[in-house]
């Protein structure tokens, strides 16, 4: 048990428009999902922690106008880029964490702003 | 602030030999530490953690609060550890701060 998947897997845009990352817990019910950004070649970089029915809580230096999330359910958890520009081409990594201490990864979103 | 180093971006070693992963951290308060690992073309996928004290694949991961450190080790290296390693920190386990990574590779 304990999967994550992220929809689309990678996707390609052009600057300006919005994008939509889903994350959701296949098998679990997620009270909490964490999003991170992810250089090529560089760690994980935690954006925001996302909590069931209430506001993200964004990392300092995170724009939350620009990276939107929603945590509707127990089980989903979105994060949309708006007006996505090139520097914002990056891989984006969902996780979930199903009790105290364990968090569960998505595969990850491969996103390419043109 | 709370920062995780991994000093090592490659560490390579043969099949059998002794590997150490290092991780040092700094952190004021009495931080959970855990090591992830990631295999080729696979997702992130939690290792071990401090707070369980277990080995999980041969690996162990001691925290020396002195000098700050949780680094990884196992005394006979396989070719299926080649992977990636994270070292985090968790200040309370509602945020997760990575390390940059060492990737292991294990030649046979």
């Known amino acids: 048990g304990a999967v994550v998947s992220q929809h689309p897997s990678w996707v390609i845009c052009k600057s300006g428009t919005s994008v939509k990352i889903e994350c959701r817990s296949l098998?679990?019910?997620?009270?909490?999902m964490f999003w991170y950004r992810q250089f090529p070649k560089q760690s994980l970089m935690l954006m925001a922690t996302?909590?069931?029915?209430?506001?993200?809580?964004?990392e300092q230096g995170v724009e939350k106008d620009k990276f939107l999330i929603n945590h509707a359910s127990l089980t989903l958890s979105t994060l949309t880029v708006t007006s996505a520009h090139p520097e914002d081409s990056s891989f984006y990594i969902c996780?979930?964490?199903?009790?105290?201490?364990?968090?569960?990864f998505g595969p990850g979103t491969r996103l390419t702003v043109l | 602030a709370q920062r995780v180093t991994q000093p090592e971006k490659l560490l390579s070693v043969f099949k059998g030999a002794p590997v150490e992963l290092k991780c040092n951290y700094s952190?004021?308060?009495?931080?959970?530490l855990f090591w992830y690992v990631q295999y080729s073309r696979q997702r992130l996928q939690l290792l071990l953690r401090?707070?369980s004290r277990e080995s999980i694949k041969g690996f162990t991961a001691d925290l020396n609060k002195g000098e700050t450190s949780f680094h990884l080790k196992k005394p006979f290296a396989q070719e299926e550890d080649s992977a990636m390693y994270y070292c985090?920190?968790?200040?309370?386990?509602?945020?997760?701060?990575f390390g940059s990574g060492t990737k292991l590779n294990v030649k046979p």
């Open positions: 996780s979930a964490r199903k009790n105290t201490d364990t968090q569960y």
């Open positions: 098998d679990f019910q997620a009270t909490t």
């Open positions: 996302s909590n069931e029915g209430s506001k993200a809580t964004y």
């Open positions: 952190y004021s308060g009495s931080p959970e």
């Open positions: 401090h707070i």
């Open positions: 985090a920190l968790s200040p309370d386990f509602n945020k997760f701060y």
